[in-house]
């Protein structure tokens, strides 16, 4: 069974920088779409970032040019990088995976993510706390 365990997040100042960790576990073929939500309190889920098997890359529109993933992920080992942190984005930050399939990898090619229900596996996510 596919575990998801995110760490990295914390507390950090307005301008502040943060990499986030997500590792995975439990499986043999790691042929997987992954991606980062995040969810505020009293918000719905929103995409953050994705990647699909090709290395295709997809950004919310609302962390674009701040939130990357950077290219030294691995089959067990996906980070997000954080920087030019806002109060805004104060939440908690969620891994989830899905198999590998055209659709998830068409969101990707079209500059989007999947919605929060198409993913299969999450894991339990890690506060992301910005002050000013």
């Known amino acids: 069974q596919v575990q998801l365990v995110e760490s990295g997040g914390g507390p950090v100042q307005a301008g502040g920088s943060l990499r986030l960790s997500c590792t995975a576990s439990?499986?043999?073929?790691?042929?997987?779409?992954m991606a980062w939500f995040r969810q505020a309190p009293g918000k719905e889920r929103e995409g953050v970032a994705a990647?699909?098997?090709?290395?295709?890359?997809s950004y919310g529109d609302s962390v674009k040019s701040r939130f990357t993933i950077p290219k030294d992920y691995d089959k067990n080992t996906l980070y997000l990088q954080m920087i030019s942190l806002k109060p805004g984005d104060t939440a908690m930050c969620y891994c989830?995976?899905?198999?590998?399939?055209?659709?998830?990898?068409?969101?990707?090619?079209?500059?989007?993510?999947?919605?929060?229900?198409?993913?299969?596996?999450w894991g339990l996510g890690t506060q992301v706390t910005v002050s000013s």
């Open positions: 990647l699909d098997i090709n290395g295709n890359l």
């Open positions: 439990g499986y043999t073929n790691p042929n997987f779409c």
């Open positions: 989830a995976a899905d198999l590998d399939h055209p659709v998830c990898r068409a969101y990707i090619r079209m500059s989007a993510i999947q919605p929060p229900g198409s993913w299969i596996v």
